[in-house]
Every structure is written in C-alpha cells, then in structure tokens.
C-alpha cells in the first residue's frame, strides 16, 4: 500500500493572527468537513444587494479514479467590511 506524505507547513495567513477591527470588520468562513484532503473550498464571491451579502462559494471534489487521503476537513475564510443584515451562502 502506497502512503502519502503528509501536508507541507501551512501558509495560512490566518495563523499570523492578523488583527480584525469587528466594528468594521467581519469575518466570512466555510468549512468542509468531509475529510478527504483533495477537496477544496472557495469564497469566489461576495456582493451586496439591497437585501443581504450574498457569498458565492466553490467546493471542487476530485475524480472518482482519485484516492481518498484522510484529513480533518478545510476551510475558506475572508475579512470583508462589516454588514449588519442578513449573510446569504449559494454555492457556484
């Protein structure tokens, strides 16, 4: 049975603890919790329209001819400037 490697080190910036003002800021996320490391998520989006903030999102899965690699699952985040109404997530 062949292994794969383990993951090189993070580049996360989130891991940098970037400093977030929440009364201006806000923080968009979406998390993956099927624990195949080929899946990807994305924030490809984020519009506002006269009702909410609509984030459109991306979750790319690989082939079926793809072996599954075990992982805890992936996440997307971004800082966007705060809104105050309603969050809407569709996926692309």
Not at 4 to 32: E, H, K, T, W, Y
Not at 47 to 60: F, H, I, M, N
């Amino acid at each position: 049975m062949d292994f794969v490697s383990s993951p090189g080190p993070s580049d996360d910036p989130l891991l940098q603890r970037p400093a977030i003002d929440f009364n201006s800021q806000m923080v968009l996320a979406i998390i993956c919790q099927d624990p195949n490391r080929f899946i990807d998520v994305e924030i490809v989006d984020v519009e506002r329209t006269p009702d909410a903030l609509r984030v459109l999102c991306c979750v790319s899965k690989p082939g079926p001819v793809v072996p599954k690699v075990i992982s805890y699952g992936t996440y997307c985040a971004v800082v966007v400037v705060r809104f105050d109404g309603e969050v809407v997530f569709a996926e692309k």
